[in-house]
């Protein structure tokens, strides 16, 4: 049996068309269920086509893990092939994901080694982690020093973005309905961070500039930026996304800014009108 270990993760992950096949990552989808229908995110419904079906249905799009027994499926198919499996998934403070990960993998106990590690984080975070994992795959390491790579960078990767609106954050518990209902009456934009793979509020700001302006105050504090991406929603970028990329590249020459598209369950999460950014901080040693 071949010794490669398998590298699983969720649609959360970002990845451009065909690039996680070419890693050899499995992908197993999230569920967006929206009014009576229910779709699997990265495979018959995007972001664009979330927002688009929201403004006919006047629902709110809500994310569902994937059963137990698509993981348990995947893994026996994998163990055809290997007995070493890392599974690396969305934060377990934002889904059910990793929990159902870990079900799956119980019935091949004792006859394959699968890990299931919890990446604190999701989009281009998750991304950054599974493709280093693959990575280590390729170049023939085990799965303990997989895990021990992916584990020492996770502490390592950051989110932060604002959001327009604060219903999505009022509907997922981030926030109070009065601080919600205040929010949009002062037309406040919160800046968010994922710390210890939750949303958390950073601090508040009243413009678009001063949000825009707080995204690269944060990117400007890093001494080694290994990878980062501007997240938005669309796949063309707005005005206030070129804005903050053109500064970026003025202030960072050497290092390139990639506009990337948040996915569905990021989308049920912050709304259509978020932008971010995620960095990754190179290791030092």
């Not at 970028?237 to 003025?250: C, D, H, I, N, S």
């Amino acid at each position: 049996m071949s010794k490669k270990v398998a590298i699983v993760t969720d649609s959360t992950a970002y990845f451009e068309p065909g690039e996680a096949e070419a890693l050899g990552i499995h992908v197993v989808p999230l569920t967006i269920k929206l009014g009576n229908s229910t779709f699997q995110e990265g495979v018959d419904i995007d972001t664009e086509g979330l927002f688009h079906r929201q403004n006919f249905s006047g629902g709110y799009p809500v994310s569902c893990p994937p059963n137990a027994s698509a993981f348990e499926q995947l893994y026996a198919r994998l163990h055809q092939q290997t007995d070493q499996i890392l599974s690396i998934h969305i934060s377990g403070h934002l889904s059910k994901t990793i929990d159902r990960a870990t079900q799956g993998a119980e019935s091949l106990l004792g006859r394959c080694s699968i890990a299931v590690v919890d990446s604190m984080t999701t989009s281009m975070g998750l991304s950054i982690l599974a493709k280093a994992a693959a990575q280590a795959a390729q170049d023939g390491a085990d799965l303990d020093e997989i895990v021990r790579i992916v584990r020492g960078m996770i502490p390592h990767i950051y989110m932060i973005f604002f959001v327009e609106t604060m219903e999505y954050l009022e509907r997922g518990g981030r926030i109070g309905r009065a601080q919600a209902i205040l929010g949009s009456m002062l037309n406040i934009k919160p800046i968010l961070f994922i710390e210890d793979g939750d949303i958390i509020p950073l601090e508040k700001v009243r413009t678009t500039d001063k949000a825009i302006e707080k995204l690269f105050e944060f990117v400007s504090e890093f001494d080694n930026l290994e990878q980062t991406a501007i997240i938005q929603r669309g796949q063309t970028p707005g005005k206030e996304t070129r804005a903050l990329q053109e500064r970026l590249e003025q202030s960072f020459p050497n290092l390139q800014f990639p506009i990337i598209q948040y996915g569905p369950d990021l989308a049920t999460r912050v709304g259509p009108n978020a932008l971010g950014i995620v960095v990754y901080e190179g290791l030092t040693f």
